[in-house]
T-cell receptor, first 109, second 113 residues
């Protein structure tokens, strides 16, 4: 089942913070975050694994609540380059990622 | 060097035609994927291969047939194209399996007229 992301869209001024949430109705083994700019391919940001291990870019932070099957991506001091659509992908034991519907982030100067 | 490459980048064709999309990765990964992204940006897995072996085959019409001649290549052949097949198709690869970073190709925008 597809995870649900919130909000669907957010507009920020440069320097502001944002939180993007991802919620699943299934037990999860891992949550993955990707960013996609318009007309480009999705690019990896972070993986959060059951048990607390994380892999990803140093400037990105995220959390994974295994009990609630929820993850949040934290974007602090946003830059213009952060603009794009953010996708969470969840993996619940079927060896595949199921992506959410995406959150469109717009950063204005 | 491009990590994951796809050809062609754009594909415009008539309904009923057969077309292929090619994908190659030079990262030494053993797992490759095909994803479909529709006009609403919904990104959905279609197939995955591990060392040339089909691992995941989602509920995709039989008109779609992937082929992996070796672990660096994964091609997608589509028969009898339909209007609903119009989308962007992404190839991706990762080391070992789903719990590692996936590297996506640039995508192939397929338009069926």
């Amino acid at each position: 089942q597809q995870p649900v992301q919130s909000p669907q869209a957010v507009i920020l001024r440069e320097g502001e913070d944002a939180v993007i949430n991802c919620s699943s109705s299934k037990a999860l083994y891992s949550v993955h975050w990707y960013r996609q700019k318009h007309g480009e391919a999705p690019v990896f940001l972070m993986i959060l694994l059951k048990g607390g291990e994380q892999k990803g870019h140093e400037k990105i932070s995220a959390s994974f609540n295994e009990k609630k099957q929820q993850s949040s991506l934290y974007l602090t001091a946003s830059q213009l380059s952060y603009s794009g659509t953010y996708f969470c992908g969840t993996e619940g034991g079927a060896q595949k990622l199921v992506f959410g519907q995406g959150t469109r982030l717009t950063i204005n100067p | 060097d491009t990590a994951v490459s796809q050809t062609p980048k754009y594909l415009v064709t008539q309904m009923g035609n057969d077309k292929s999309i090619k994908c190659e990765q030079n990262l030494g990964h053993d797992t490759m994927y095909w994803y479909k992204q529709d006009s609403k940006k919904f990104l959905k897995i279609m197939f995955s291969y591990n060392n040339k072996e089909l691992i995941i085959n989602e509920t995709v019409p039989n008109r779609f047939s992937p082929k992996s001649p070796d672990k660096a290549h994964l091609n997608l052949h589509i028969n009898s194209l339909e209007l609903g097949d119009s989308a962007v198709y992404f190839c991706a690869s990762s080391q070992l399996a789903y719990y590692n970073e996936q590297f996506f190709g640039p995508g192939t925008r397929l338009t069926v007229l």
